[in-house]
């Protein structure tokens, strides 16, 4: 079976499996394999979109279902299969007009199926869509994008960002979720769609005991999965906002191979 048979760890991609390489280091990769060779289930918990996760897989070795957009999906690239996806209600168009309202200098991405549409899109947009490597459609109102919209992000700087999320939590906080995935990237989904959520639905498809549960995350949009494992790990470049929860314990950078790093703290605790 294997010492890792039962032990299930999961990982968000940009900024922690991967670093400013944005490529997976041999050390990681070997350490997965390791891992997976000795019974333990591997896989990833992105912000990122079928659509613009898609170019990664070759890369990474898994052998689970994958989180997307922050937890509005749950995709098995073995059986090119999706398995869960939520969306945002129909009143998101009229909502965003009142944020637009609001913040007349905010810009967005917004997922529909396999497409990305931009509203006002800024230079956070187009590096956005340069790191993911895809393309987008802008349009220059909401209600040209078609529906339904699996999550929007909001780009600005994060003074902006910060102020959008408190309108959104004090107005619609029984609606959406909203949570930065990095400090220029506020992400919107629907209640209830978050890593968080969706790695606990994953635990369950695998029959695997929240007892041996690992996530390693470094920002706002993974503390939801952190505090639901039996460890949340997080890189020792993360945000200071994850850093500091008591329930989150540091390793090494994302640069320097913090998967390596935790599946060797494993190792000794099994």
């Known amino acids: 079976m294997g010492k890792f048979h039962g032990v299930l760890l999961v990982s968000d991609f ?6 400013s390489s944005l490529a997976l280091s041999d050390e990681n990769r070997a350490a ?12 990833i918990a992105t912000g990122r979109s079928h659509l613009t996760f898609v170019p990664q897989v070759p890369m990474v070795p898994m052998n689970a279902p994958v989180v997307l957009s922050n937890g509005a999906a749950l995709y098995d690239f073995q059986t090119d299969r999706l398995l869960f996806q939520s969306t945002l209600p129909t009143r998101v168009v009229s909502d965003l007009y009142e944020v637009i ?17 931009a509203f006002q899109p800024n230079q956070i947009t187009r590096n956005h869509a340069k790191k993911v490597g895809i393309s987008y459609t802008t349009c220059t109102d909401p209600a040209q ?10 780009q600005q700087h994060t003074g902006l960002l910060r102020q959008v999320q408190a309108y959104i939590r004090e107005r619609w906080s029984d609606v959406y979720e909203i949570i930065f995935s990095n400090r220029h ?12 959520e969706q790695v606990r639905r994953l635990t369950r498809l695998l029959s695997i005991d929240l007892a041996h549960l690992y996530c390693v995350g470094d920002n706002q949009n993974d503390l939801p999965m952190l505090e639901l494992a039996k460890i949340g790990f997080c890189p020792a470049d993360a945000a200071e906002e994850v850093q500091s929860k008591p329930f989150v314990q540091r390793v090494s950078s994302s640069d320097d191979h913090c998967i390596a790093d935790v599946i060797s703290r494993l190792t000794q605790l099994y």
């Open 14 to 19: 940009d900024d922690t499996l991967i670093g």
């Open 32 to 43: 997965i394999l390791r891992f997976m060779k000795e019974g333990g289930r591997f896989t």
């Open 101 to 117: 309202g609001q913040f007349p200098d905010i810009g967005f991405e917004a997922y529909h199926g396999e497409e990305m549409y």
């Open 145 to 154: 994008i078609p529906q339904p919209l699996v999550k929007v992000i909001f």
């Open 185 to 196: 990237l506020l992400e919107l989904t629907a209640l209830g769609s978050t890593k968080g």
